[in-house]
């Protein structure tokens, strides 16, 4: 992790601001404040429970040492009744914490959701830039724990708190106020020996997620890519890559265990048995300190009352200690809720930066020109110009380089007219495909002004076609939420596609099967085309989208294409579709590229 004060994992005013700048997403829900308050209410009831429980607990000591039986029923009674609040209470507050933590989980999705999949946020973030490895793993598995953590917290602070003030107030009116004084000092002078010794827990638990979030990036590679895996005989390697993953998350919990470990046996030592040592002394005060005599006279040296004092006493001075201890040994659930909040916090700004500041950072290759501003690590996304033209594509002086400083193409200038069709051409790694990402806005446009048509008459398809879970009707209409066309008329995209077949086979368009796997990629390639015929854009670009069909369908792809009234920049090294286009972008050796019509 990075060493710089901002990224810094710490109990300090960057972990406030971070923490209110998560929780701000989502604890404002009026359901939760609700809660809170009720949840708050229950804490004062508890501690209040807690009082009269340690006065019950004296009176039964009392009636037991002076034999009275029913002294002793009756208190016994008292205690059967209060089990039954008493376990009410205390499950509702558990209960309570939990909900309120799945109604911040809730509210926080939401807005993250909303922030990743906002425009092109959640490419940029994977592959440009490279501060965040698996968003997918701080979006679930670590949001949860920091929700979690965010009340555990909160009731591990508010509660002793509370205890402190109600305890200390009665011990005040029983043995003095020396006394919870005394053992608030001890506290102090513990905790500051604690604070001294403790490792940066919360930078630990940053890294244990991390390395979580890496082994869990394992098994999805071997998840998506199973079939390729299984072909080369990769099942060794995979093997010896996820246990690497493994060693590397093991150590770093082993590391975390054996700290626990450590901190434990001191948290034991000063909180543990040095309070109770202490609070043992302190009990004793009213028999043997310099007030004893009066003590003795009010209570008429009776053992049954000294007795039931002590208990009374102790039993205060218990939870007095113990909501003390609980707030000195909070910092490790405090500082694991930094370490969860450093990585929450990260998605939101690295959110940010790509939405609204329009710069990213990554590790960039050495003399490299980026042509693009480029201040303390931060490149920004947009240094040139993106202007909207309804009838043509143009570019004027935009170069295409890779989000890691290494420039591909020089600046290109071109126009490409409505029904102009065009197709891009040149060898493999001269950088056809990242052309298509700079014009779609994926890549950063480093310089230069980019014309294009609105994002609604523009379509682009890569070669990995893109098959959603969902019906065939679904995958057709991708990304409309609902259908413009009958049913009847996306026969006849289908049949366009030569895929009649296909609908006939799983019983129309409401069938809901795992397409990625169940179609053949000239399948799902042909599907990805009926896109054109059903969302009619002006333009649609296609980057290899049917390298998978022969050279007869793809013919009449095009085509019908071209009947739809759709300009076709294809990117495309065979020559049979030359014939369905009126220019060619040559991308050549050394960065340079041409601009032609195409000869008769």
């Known amino acids: 992790p990075s060493t710089s004060k901002k990224n810094r994992v710490k109990i300090a005013a960057d972990f406030f601001r971070r923490l209110w700048r998560i929780l701000k997403l989502g604890i404002f829900d009026n359901h939760i404040r609700r809660d809170l308050f009720i949840y708050n209410i229950c804490l004062v009831l508890r501690s209040m429970m807690s009082i009269y429980l340690t006065t019950l607990k004296g009176k039964i000591v009392k009636s037991i040492i002076g034999a009275n039986s029913s002294s002793l029923n009756k208190n016994l009674m008292n205690l059967a009744l209060f089990s039954f609040p008493g376990g009410f209470l205390n499950s509702y507050i558990n209960y309570s914490q939990k909900a309120m933590s799945l109604k911040l989980r809730k509210g926080i999705n939401r807005r993250l959701n909303q922030q990743y999949l906002l425009g092109n946020t959640a490419y940029q973030m994977l592959h ?10 701080i979006m679930t598995v670590d949001l949860e724990k920091f929700c979690d953590l965010v009340f555990e917290v909160y009731g591990q602070v508010s509660k002793p708190l509370l205890d402190i003030i109600l305890f200390s107030r009665r011990l005040s009116q029983t ?52 079939e390729e895996i299984a072909f080369l005989r990769g099942t060794d390697t995979e093997h010896q890559y996820l246990n690497n993953k493994l060693e590397k998350l093991l150590t770093i919990l082993k590391k975390d265990a054996n700290l626990r470990f450590y901190m434990g046996s001191m948290d034991s030592v000063l909180i543990k048995y040095g309070a109770f040592t202490l609070g043992t002394s ?10 004893s005599h009066e003590y003795m006279q009010r209570t008429g040296g009776s053992p049954t009352k000294i007795i039931k004092d002590y208990e009374s006493n102790s039993g205060l001075l218990v939870n007095f200690a113990k909501a003390i201890g609980n707030i000195s040994i ?18 939101i700004s690295v959110c940010d930066d790509l939405q609204e500041s329009k710069i990213y950072q990554r590790h960039l290759l050495d003399n490299q020109d980026l042509l693009m501003s480029s201040s303390k690590g931060k490149n920004q996304l947009n240094n040139g110009k993106v202007w ?8 004027d002086g935009v170069p295409v380089i890779q989000p890691n400083g290494e420039k591909l193409i020089d600046d290109i200038t071109f126009r490409i007219n409505h029904q102009q069709n065009t197709m891009i051409s040149g060898s493999n790694g001269t950088g056809k495909t990242a052309f298509v990402r700079v014009l779609a806005g994926l890549w950063p446009l480093a310089n230069g002004q980019i014309s294009i048509v609105s994002p609604s008459k523009i379509l682009f398809l890569p070669q990995r076609a893109y098959m959603p879970r969902g019906t065939l009707r679904d995958l057709i209409t991708y990304p409309d939420k609902k259908s413009i066309l009958n049913d009847s008329e996306l026969v006849n995209i289908v049949d366009k596609v030569f895929l009649k077949y296909l609908y006939e086979r799983v019983g129309g368009f409401d069938a809901v099967l795992d397409w990625a796997h169940v179609l053949s990629g000239g399948e799902r390639q042909r599907l990805s085309v009926a896109r054109i015929y059903y969302h009619r854009p002006k333009f649609a670009v296609l980057d290899e989208t049917t390298s998978e069909v022969n050279p007869e369908t793809e013919n009449q792809l095009y085509i019908e294409a071209k009947k739809c009234g759709v300009t076709l920049i294809t990117v495309s090294q065979r020559d049979t579709l030359r014939q ?21």
């Open 128 to 137: 440009v830039d490279d501060r965040i490895k698996n968003p997918d793993q």
């Open 175 to 226: 043995i003095g106020y020396k006394s919870p004084l005394l053992m608030a000092l001890w506290y102090v002078l513990a905790g500051f020996v604690i604070k001294k010794v403790t490792p940066s827990f919360g930078r630990l638990m940053a890294r244990i997620m991390m390395e979580e979030g890496n082994f869990r990036a394992g098994h999805q590679r071997i998840l998506n890519h199973n």
């Open 282 to 291: 302190l009990l004793a005060i009213p028999v043997f300190g310099s007030d």
């Open 330 to 347: 909070s910092y490790k659930k405090v500082q694991e809720l930094a370490g969860a909040c450093q990585r929450v916090s990260m998605l």
């Open 388 to 395: 909207t033209l309804e009838d043509a594509i143009k570019m």
């Open 580 to 600: 369905h286009h009126d220019y060619i972008f040559r991308i050549l050796d050394n960065q340079e590229w041409s601009f032609e019509k195409f000869q008769s």
